[in-house]
Nanobody, 128 residues
């Protein structure tokens, strides 16, 4: 089993920055793709960013491309989401996810079904 714990959320003004971290425990995730999703009030959860096991392939939602950066440190069993130029529409609960299957790749990493393990979420609020 894998436990994921997100941290780094908070309240910032529009245009500000936050860095989310997701620490995995219980089992190494260094062989698995990982992703970030978010859910705004009254909306369905949506894909934000994903990264392959070695960081060689990275995917972003169009809405965050150029502002958010996903990265991972396999030695620390941790994945990060650097968020810059935050907008009010970025306000949501952000979830970290890890796939339990090392063979998922490509555009499939944008889909929730790929991910077996989920964190509890961290609130990000960008005020206008």
């Amino acid at each position: 089993q894998v436990q994921l714990v997100e941290s780094g959320g908070g309240l910032v003004q529009a245009g500000g920055s936050l860095r989310l971290s997701c620490a995995a425990s219980g089992r190494t995730v260094r062989s698995y793709p990982m992703g970030w999703f978010r859910q705004a009030p009254g909306k369905e959860r949506e894909f934000v960013a994903a990264i392959s096991w070695n960081g060689g392939a990275i995917y972003y939602a169009d809405s965050v491309k150029g502002r958010f950066t996903i990265s991972r440190d396999n030695a620390k069993n941790t994945v990060y989401l650097e968020m810059n130029d935050l907008k009010p529409e970025d306000t949501a609960v952000y979830y970290c996810a890890a796939s339990g299957n090392p063979y998922f790749s490509g555009s499939a990493l944008r889909e929730e079904y790929v991910y077996t393990y989920w964190g509890q979420g961290t609130q990000v609020t960008a005020s206008s």
